[in-house]
C-alpha cells in the first residue's frame, strides 16, 4: 500500500511564500516520476511540475519562473516551494506518483489546500 501525504497548505497573501511537502511511504525512488497537481472545484485537475529521478523537471507556463519541484529520496519526500502566489494559485494540491512524467500517476495523496488572499 502507497500513501503520499501532503502538507505545507496555508492561507497566505499575494506575493507571499508557500513550500508544500509529500511524504512518501517507503522508498520514493521507485517512483521514477512525481508531480504536483492542483483543482479549483468545477474544473479540471491540472499538473503544475513534475520531477524524474534524474532531476529532469518541467512546469506548467501558469507557475514558470515562481515554483520549484524538488525531491530528497533518502527523506522519501517531493517538494513545492511557490513563491510569488497569486490569487488564481489557489486550489487543492495534490502530490502523485508514477513511472513516467507523461502518463497519469498511479498513485495520489489526499490534498493541502492553498488559499492565496489578494
Known amino acids: 500500500q502507497v500513501q503520499l501525504v501532503e502538507s505545507g497548505g496555508g492561507l497566505v497573501q499575494a506575493g507571499g511564500s508557500l513550500r508544500l511537502s509529500c511524504a512518501a511511504s517507503?522508498?520514493?525512488?521507485?517512483?521514477?516520476?512525481m508531480s504536483w497537481y492542483r483543482q479549483v472545484p468545477g474544473k479540471q485537475r491540472e499538473r503544475v511540475a513534475g520531477?524524474?529521478?534524474?532531476?529532469?523537471?518541467n512546469y506548467a507556463d501558469s507557475v514558470k519562473g515562481r515554483f520549484t519541484i524538488s525531491r530528497d529520496n533518502a527523506k522519501n519526500t517531493v517538494y513545492l516551494q511557490m513563491n510569488s502566489l497569486k490569487p488564481e494559485d489557489t486550489a487543492v494540491y495534490y502530490c502523485?506518483?508514477?513511472?513516467?512524467?507523461?502518463?497519469?500517476?498511479?498513485?495520489w495523496g489526499q490534498g493541502t489546500q492553498v488559499t492565496v488572499s489578494s
Open positions: 502523485a506518483a508514477g513511472r513516467v512524467l507523461v502518463a497519469i500517476p498511479s498513485y
Open positions: 517507503g522508498s520514493m525512488f521507485r517512483f521514477n516520476a
Open positions: 520531477i524524474t529521478n534524474g532531476g529532469t523537471t
